[in-house]
């Protein structure tokens, strides 16, 4: 039995990276990630190498079946340069460990959010956040000032606010977390959706790290 791995990464172009695929043809393939091996491409054409010395990895780092191929898988990856190490694209590798996950609108949370019970450990966070408008706004997406005005419920992109079930702020505490006696998650409404998920985690993590310590 033959499987079909589609391998799936994000490429090099700036300021907004592109999705890229391809198939691996994988034999007696036992489902798992383990099974799935490192491969390479060429990182020429997807700015990611120079043609002289153009191979790049792909490390599968998540396994999911493919609904729509029989005996098939879609890999998702990050890419190495060919010596092992993150390639400077590899938004995922910049992810500091941290004991719990963070997403985009930016809906995020650690152990210390869920068990704080005291609304200072919130201000504190937000505080932090407003320290490092810069960095923040550097990989919430590009353009993203057409779209952080101040008007239609955003705060300006130069600016920094939070509040309590405020939408125009640039961080919002839901009130689900106020009512849960201040244990649960916050809310950066900033990124845009063509930023890199990775890089705004690993932002978020670090500014959280920060203010925790």
């Known amino acids: 039995m033959k499987a079909k791995l589609e391998y799936i990464w994000l490429d090099g172009y700036r300021p907004t990276q592109t999705m890229r695929s391809k198939t691996l043809i994988v034999a007696n393939f036992n489902g798992k990630l383990d099974g799935s091996p490192i491969w390479s491409f060429d990182g020429s054409s997807t700015r990611q190498a120079a043609g002289n010395n153009s191979d790049c990895l792909l490390k599968p780092v998540a396994l999911f079946p493919d609904p729509a191929r029989k005996d098939g898988w879609?890999?998702?990856t990050e890419v190495l340069n060919a010596d092992g190490t993150p390639h400077p694209s590899n938004g995922r590798a910049t992810i500091d460990d941290d004991d719990n996950g963070s997403g985009m609108h930016a809906n995020f949370s650690n152990g210390v959010m869920r068990s704080a019970g005291n609304k200072k450990t919130f201000e504190k966070i937000c505080e932090e956040f407003g320290k490092h408008i810069s960095e923040h706004i550097a990989v919430y997406g590009a353009d993203n000032d057409k779209r952080l005005t101040g008007l239609h419920e955003t705060q300006s992109i130069d600016k920094f606010s939070y509040g309590v079930s405020d939408r125009g702020a640039s961080i919002r505490i839901p009130v689900s977390t106020v009512e849960g006696r201040w244990k649960g998650r916050l809310e950066?409404?900033?990124?845009?959706?063509?930023?890199?998920?990775?890089?705004?985690?690993s932002i978020i993590i670090k500014t959280t790290k920060q203010a925790l310590k």
């Not at 950066?188 to 990775?198: G, K, T």
Request: charged letters at 30%; glycine letters at 0%.
């Open 74 to 76: 879609f890999v998702m």
């Open 188 to 201: 950066d409404r900033r990124p845009a959706s063509n930023a890199d998920p990775y890089k705004v985690a």
